[in-house]
């Protein structure tokens, strides 16, 4: 891509992310468009669905919880590696308001442009699951795609204006919910 084209793109991209981030995944990419100074048609070429920019404005957030869990595969005890990256993966899935209804449908879609990011975002969360079960800290009947699941759950509460004070203790219960060691109020503050 030549420099001005990129520069042009992660232009786009950044207003995209202050639009999302203030009006949700819903916004109007017509109000993208006109708030870049491009023409809806010039939006539609870098992102032909409304999918295909999510997956660019969420593919590099994806891509750190990936990096994320290797680094905690090996720097922290199973059950706390578990429960920060649902932490950092909840509130990324947060960030963008509404994405979360996005996500869940593009994780069951092949043909989705949010597919590969998820499907990678929720592998990562997989392994550190697995880890955790195999050490005896995390419940056994539970995988990958419930913990994608819980994710967007977090996410969700969060959302939710009445419910957003009481964010933190909602997580603590889920994460106790997992892990097969700890209360609630052991897992809050991490």
């Known amino acids: 891509m030549r420099a001005d084209a990129r520069k042009n793109y992660d232009h786009l991209l950044a207003v995209a992310r202050a639009v999302i981030t203030e009006q949700g995944a819903d916004a109007s990419?017509?109000?993208?468009?006109?708030r870049t100074g491009v023409g809806l048609g010039t939006l539609y070429r870098?992102?032909?669905?409304?999918?295909?920019?999510?997956?660019?404005?969420l593919r590099a957030s994806f891509d750190e919880l990936t990096a994320k869990?290797?680094?905690?595969?090996?720097?922290?005890?199973p059950d706390d590696?578990?429960?920060?990256?649902?932490?950092?993966?909840?509130a990324v899935a947060h960030n963008y308001r509404g994405?979360?209804?996005?996500?869940?449908a593009a994780i069951a879609d092949p043909n989705s442009a949010l597919h590969a990011s998820c499907v990678t975002m929720r592998a990562a969360g997989t392994r550190l699951l697995a880890r955790a079960q195999a050490e005896g800290m995390a419940r056994t009947d539970i995988d990958g795609a419930d913990?994608?699941?819980l994710v967007g759950a977090l996410a969700w509460?969060?959302?939710?204006?009445?419910?957003?004070?009481?964010?933190?203790h909602l997580f603590g219960i889920i994460a106790s919910a997992i892990l097969t060691n700890r209360a609630s109020s052991d897992v809050r503050g991490n």
Request: charged share 20%; aromatic share 6%.
């Open 29 to 34: 990419l017509r109000d993208v468009a006109r």
């Open 46 to 57: 870098h992102f032909p669905t409304r999918e295909a920019l999510l997956d660019a404005l």
């Open 69 to 77: 869990a290797g680094e905690l595969e090996t720097s922290s005890s």
């Open 81 to 90: 590696a578990l429960v920060s990256w649902l932490r950092e993966a909840a």
């Open 99 to 104: 994405v979360v209804a996005s996500m869940m």
């Open 147 to 149: 913990l994608f699941a």
């Open 157 to 168: 509460l969060s959302d939710q204006p009445s419910l957003a004070p009481r964010a933190n």
